[in-house]
């Protein structure tokens, strides 16, 4: 298995995405209220325009990528430790 900076290097992410990452991320509980809300109105818009038929998958999608973004800043520090182990 390659080690963790390594994989990260090969997939175009270094030290300088990471800088600019750690700046946004201190902004991630905004940026995602503000998508989850952006979501739900998405939802809302859809249902009242008689879209869902068309956009449903699209929708489903977008919730999902949200919820697993708000899992992931829920356990950001488990997921932390997780890679510190794995270097």
């Known amino acids: 298995m390659l080690p963790m900076t ?20 201190a902004f991630s509980y905004y940026v995602l209220a503000a998508s989850t809300v952006l979501i739900a109105v998405a939802w809302l818009v859809a249902y009242r325009r008689d ?11 977008s919730t999902a990528m949200t919820a697993l973004a708000w899992v ?13 182990q794995q270097m």
């Open 72 to 84: 992931v800043v829920f356990n950001e520090a488990r997921i932390n430790e997780f890679l510190i």
């Open 51 to 61: 879209k869902m038929r068309h956009l449903k998958w699209g929708l489903a999608a």
């Open 6 to 25: 390594m994989t990260m290097m090969l997939l175009g992410l270094g030290g300088n995405w990471l800088a600019v990452f750690g700046q946004i991320a």
